[in-house]
């Protein structure tokens, strides 16, 4: 079977998020001033073959702790759906 990974990695909310930083002070600039508190991260989507939703869950699971996110900075998110 596939499944479809959607996976968010943002900074930890103790970290400071420079990029985000820069975005909320430009948000300002521009007249909106309504907006605070930006956080920037990333967004990944990849495709698994897998014989069940659970052993999908393990493979992203895996490939989130060893490659896609930086545990000591970064937290993730996922959401899997089959194909």
């Known amino acids: 079977m596939?499944?479809?990974a959607e996976i968010d990695v943002m900074p930890l909310e103790a970290l400071l998020d420079p990029q985000?930083?820069?975005v909320t002070s430009s948000?300002?600039?521009?007249?909106l001033d309504s907006i605070d508190g930006v956080?920037?991260?990333r967004h990944v989507r990849l495709?698994?073959?897998?014989?069940?939703?659970?052993?999908a869950n393990q493979k992203v699971e895996e490939a989130c702790?060893?490659?896609l996110a930086n545990q000591i900075?970064?937290?993730y998110s996922y959401e899997?759906?089959?194909v």
């Open 73 to 75: 900075m970064e937290k």
């Open 2 to 4: 596939k499944f479809k």
């Open 39 to 41: 956080r920037i991260g």
């Open 47 to 55: 495709f698994v073959n897998a014989s069940s939703q659970e052993d």
């Open 80 to 82: 899997i759906e089959s």
């Open 65 to 67: 702790q060893k490659l």
């Open 20 to 22: 985000g930083k820069a």
């Open 27 to 31: 948000m300002k600039n521009i007249g």
